[in-house]
């Protein structure tokens, strides 16, 4: 059983526009969500992550946001570039656990 | 600081073939993982160490083992490779951060068994 569904699986968008990946999960006991950004022929790493304590979280363009009640929760890269595309990752975790549930991944192509 | 560090990048096994992946970490970590990466199947939990001498299965064990060596060294090991099992496969280590834990992925280890 999917714990954590991430959609689209794929994902082009033109220099300069927005970008959106979206994710649900199931778990109510999950309290940590991570985004992990991956570059053709590297590991993940992480990117941004946010607490459900929290409805929003923004870093630079990167920003999460998080409706606890709907159990979604979004990455949005505003002003889209080029050396934004990668795939992506949303991730979900609880509490104390050091094991992380990642989404199947979104691969994003910004277009020059 | 190399972080986590992979070998071998590629290799290219026969069917029936075995081989060890090895993992090190240099920052201290605890907790030390090995996953899966396959087209539209995201990272899939092969083995995790909670610590020195200890190990789990996670989500797809079958037809890997895992030796934690010490705190430093998690290797994985393919007894008799099989085409399914060609992919990418991640190492990583964790730390708690600020908000939960963050997890350092190896540069991978990219396998295909013909």
């Known amino acids: 059983q999917q714990q954590v569904k991430q959609s689209p699986q794929s994902l082009i968008v033109q220099k300069g526009g927005i970008s959106i990946i979206n994710c649900a999960y199931e778990?109510?006991?999950?309290?940590?969500f991570p985004w992990y950004q991956q570059f053709p022929g590297k590991g993940p790493a992480l990117l941004i992550a946010?607490?459900?304590?929290?409805s929003e979280k923004k870093e630079g363009r990167f920003t999460i946001s998080f409706n606890k009640s709907a159990k979604q929760f979004s990455l949005h890269i505003m002003d889209s570039q080029p050396g934004d595309s990668a795939t992506y990752f949303c991730?979900?975790?609880?509490?104390?656990?050091?094991?992380?549930?990642f989404g199947k991944g979104t691969r994003l192509h910004i277009l020059p | 600081n190399a972080g986590v560090t992979q070998t071998p990048k590629f290799q290219v096994l026969k069917t029936g073939q075995s081989m060890t992946l090895q993992c090190a970490q240099d920052?201290?970590?605890?907790?030390m993982y090995w996953y899966r990466q396959d087209p539209g199947m995201g990272l899939r939990l092969i083995y995790y160490?909670?610590?020195?001498?200890?190990?789990d299965k996670g989500e797809v064990p079958n037809g890997y083992n895992v030796s934690r060596l010490n705190k430093r060294e998690f290797s994985l090991r393919l007894e008799s490779a099989a085409p399914s099992q060609t992919s990418v496969y991640f190492c990583?280590?964790?730390?708690?951060?600020?908000?939960?834990?963050?997890?350092?992925f190896g540069p991978g280890t990219r396998l295909t068994v013909t």
């Open positions: 990583a280590s964790s730390a708690r951060g600020g908000q939960g834990y963050e997890q350092y």
């Open positions: 160490s909670a610590s020195e001498g200890t190990t």
């Open positions: 778990n109510t006991a999950f309290d940590y």
């Open positions: 991730a979900a975790s609880k509490g104390r656990d050091d094991k992380i549930i």
């Open positions: 946010i607490r459900p304590d929290v």
């Open positions: 920052m201290n970590h605890n907790s």
